[in-house]
């Protein structure tokens, strides 16, 4: 499963670095063209609005997660498992993004498996803000969910699932 | 089987017509003598039960005979039950709450936690005269805030008969959390005794209810393990203070029966879910006398709101909910299995317990009980022990209180500690103790939202090891939002928690209720920080009508609002006031024998 999701295009639109580990060699960034659609994503305290996204398998989407909500929030891609094992460090580390640093998952350069959180695409958005994360869905994969692991914040609600159809 | 119901208590019908009062006889809650937000399925979208909706409500206050953990009880009911029905309301609601008075004696309801007009109250004396017997009072205020709370008699110690029950207010907008389903899980100390022999034995025999004083035997085991000297030091030293190192609570499991939702753990009241569902608890400590310590083995807590009030949300495995205080949280059982909801009395002298299970008839294992803490040192805080102040009790459970050094406290510092000369104390010389860094604002006071010097937000309390679990402390309580006013505090206010356990005498300042010439006074519309500075030697949950406390735990602009505080022994406590509601107001430990005894005064604020 992990290694399924190595194979996705990402972007991580804060840092603007992006992860090549096993996506043919290359190290651009998706460019607008490849984007085949664009998911609005509202997150509030403590909620996202939708609680189920349908995507197609192979679908490039940009997502666009604006935080209209009074604390900061991220939107989290991975199965079960994984956003689990995330919030357990979140947790550990007292949930603090600590404004891009100390947090391996979300400096997004290196996205090889190893490193806890490293392979979920995620993006953290502070209130007010608006990020972008664009991502490919993978094949024959099911169970994934999108969520915000700061402590608390999934307990509260914020998670949904992803359909992937096909 | 309403006709029956009637049959039943002619006497009562008769009273009714009497009173005018449609008291809402055919409505499901009135028929059965369970209160019925008890309801194993709780409150869906799709299970709504029968409870006593707003705006318009009609509540009859009796005595009667209701089997209580299968024993007959004389308790007092509302609308036929004890503890009395939910109360649901919506925020933005102009509610209309008749009540009438079936006693043989005046009594009142106080809707706890509510900002209201200060004639809607509900204190006898402060806020209005009192529902005199035969009488129906009509409350009428407007709904302007939401979440868990509940209602009590503020009449006497009507409030240990059972004349209490949950107040839940649906909000107008979207909370900050999800759920699929709610159960209320209202806390209550039950006792066969009538509460006046309880109080007299308390006024009479210190320590009638604590079974608990430790032995020779403990004597030995502490000698083995400190040494003979250090020993007979600390047990003269609480011997000099009246008090024994096991007062955790002054009535216990001796007297009380520990009741959820009206239930004995016995009964095993069972909360339903569904698997995979996300579960609201909304937690309420209607009891007179007793902190209970609330876990749910095998699952996480979140709290998402204190005091009605939504916080930022902390995933937890165990809570201290003092007496009057409400916490919400959220579970997510994913077994198709049975959870224990374990409520355990601070003083470990018993537990309220219920089930939370996807079908009725299911059980899960009850937790042993912890053993009863000691009264370590750090309930000296406050009592001048400057050294004691920048310690670090962050990681000790009461057990662990051997290891500390008490060198630094021997016995000549203890002599003719004396509570009542403690009044007057500067504790000024205690500011910047804290390990924090404490800013001034421009009068030299702390900034807006700084904790205390002398505070220990940090810990949960006696009788608890940080290092079991995760505890919720009031350092995690974070507001969303800043309040609005975010002016700094013009003035402080300090008042001294004092006692006398000997003489069950309590009291602010160390003058009674009954001793004192006049109100506490705030000037309309000011901002003041109220300290709470606890001298004695037991927890003491602070309750002020009227206004919200915005509790300095540090947490800056997003400092929490409590309409109940709970301060430790030995601590100081701090809150932000906003003295925008013009009239008198009641201000007291919510301890119901402690108010009695005197622990009690009017704010006014004009």
Not at chain 1, 125 to 154: F, K, M, S
Not at chain 2, 364 to 387: V, Y
Request: with cysteine.
């Amino acid at each position: 499963m992990r290694k399924t999701l190595l194979t996705l295009a990402l972007g991580l639109a804060t840092t603007a670095a992006f992860a090549g580990a096993g996506h043919g060699g290359s190290q651009a960034a998706v460019s607008d063209a490849d984007i085949d659609r664009t998911i609005r994503v509202e997150a509030g305290d403590m909620w996202f609005d939708s609680e189920k996204l349908n995507i197609a398998p192979g679908e490039t989407i940009k997502f666009e997660i604006v935080n209209t909500g009074n604390v900061e929030h991220e939107f989290v891609i991975g199965d079960a498992e994984a956003q689990e094992a995330h919030r357990k460090m979140m947790q550990e580390m007292g949930g603090s993004h600590g404004g891009g640093g100390g947090h391996g998952g979300h400096e997004g350069h290196d996205m090889a498996e190893g490193e806890h959180g490293g392979s979920m695409p995620s993006v953290t958005i502070a209130p007010g803000d608006t990020a972008e994360l664009v991502w490919t869905a993978p094949q024959n994969v099911d169970g994934l969910q999108y969520a915000c692991n700061i402590p608390g914040h999934y307990e509260a609600g914020m998670s949904g699932n992803i359909d992937l159809q096909g | 089987m309403a006709n029956s119901r009637v049959i039943t208590h002619p006497m009562s019908r008769r009273q009714i017509l009497k009173g005018g009062a449609a008291l809402g006889l055919g409505s499901a809650a009135a028929l059965s003598l369970r209160p019925s937000w008890a309801n194993p399925w709780g409150q869906t979208n799709v299970y709504s039960k029968g409870v006593e909706e707003g705006p318009e409500v009609s509540l009859a206050i009796r005595r009667e005979s209701i089997l209580i953990d299968g024993k007959e009880a004389r308790p007092i009911s509302i609308n036929g039950t004890s503890p009395g029905p939910m109360i649901r309301l919506k925020e933005g609601q102009d509610a209309v709450l008749r009540v009438t008075n079936l006693l043989d004696e005046p009594t009142s309801i106080h809707w706890h936690g509510l900002i209201l007009p200060p004639g809607m109250d509900g204190v006898p004396g402060v806020s209005f005269p009192g529902i005199a017997p035969g009488e129906t009072f009509t409350y009428r205020f407007p709904v302007r805030q939401n979440g868990t709370y509940w209602y009590h008699s503020h009449s006497g110690l009507q409030e240990q008969l059972g004349h209490a029950g949950p107040l839940i207010i649906d909000a107008a907008g979207r909370e900050p959390f999800r759920y699929d389903r709610e159960h209320v899980l209202l806390l209550t100390d039950w006792t066969f005794e009538d509460p006046m022999a309880v109080f007299r034995n308390l006024k009479t025999a210190e320590g009638y209810y604590n079974f608990q004083e430790r032995t020779v035997a403990d004597f030995f085991a502490d000698v083995r393990e400190k040494g003979f000297a250090a020993t007979a030091e600390m047990r003269g030293m609480w011997a000099k203070m009246r008090m024994s190192s096991r007062d955790i609570a002054d009535v216990t499991g001796s007297t009380y029966t520990y009741l959820l939702n009206g239930h004995s753990p016995e009964e095993n009241w069972t909360a339903l879910f569904k698997a995979g569902e996300r579960v609201r608890l909304r937690v309420i400590n209607g009891s007179a006398m007793s902190y209970f310590d609330v876990r749910i083995p095998g699952l996480k807590m979140t709290v998402v709101a204190a005091d009605g009030q939504p916080v930022q949300p902390v995933p937890v495995d165990e809570f201290r909910i003092g007496v009057a205080e409400t916490y919400d949280v959220l579970v997510a059982p994913e077994d198709d299995t049975a959870y224990t909801i374990f409520a355990e009395a601070m003083d470990r002298s018993g537990y309220a317990r219920a089930t939370l299970a996807p079908r009725e008839g299911m059980a899960a294992e009850i937790p042993e009980r912890r053993k009863i803490a000691d009264r370590g040192m750090e309930a000296m805080g406050a009592h001048g022990m400057g050294s004691m102040e920048g310690m670090d009790h962050s990681g000790m459970g009461g057990s662990d209180m051997q290891g500390m050094d008490h060198s630094g406290m021997n016995g000549s510092d203890m002599q003719g500690l004396d509570h009542s000369s403690m009044q007057g104390m500067d504790h000024s010389n205690m500011q910047g103790m804290s390990g924090e860094e404490n800013r001034m604002n421009a009068n030299g006071m702390l900034a807006a939202g700084a904790a205390q010097p002398g505070s220990r937000y940090d810990q949960a309390g006696i009788g608890i090891d940080p290092g079991e679990r995760r505890m919720l402390v009031y350092r995690d309580l974070k507001a969303f939002t800043p309040w609005p006013d975010r002016r700094e505090p013009e003035r402080e206010l300090e008042l001294h928690l004092t006692g006398n356990m000997e003489r069950y005498m309590w009291s602010f300042d160390g003058k009674k209720f009954s001793e004192v010439t006049g109100p506490i006074h705030f000037n309309k519309d000011e901002r003041l920080r109220l300290i709470l500075i606890n001298d004695t030697m037991m927890e003491h949950p602070i309750h002020l009508h009227g206004m919200w406390m915005e509790l300095e735990n540090g947490q800056g602009e997003l400092i929490p609002r409590k309409h109940t505080l709970n301060v430790k022994p030995g601590e100081r406590v701090s809150a932000l006031i906003t003295a925008d509601a013009e009239g008198s107001w009641a201000f007291h430990c919510h301890l119901l024998y402690h108010m009695d005894a005197g622990m009690f005064r009017v704010v006014k604020v004009s």
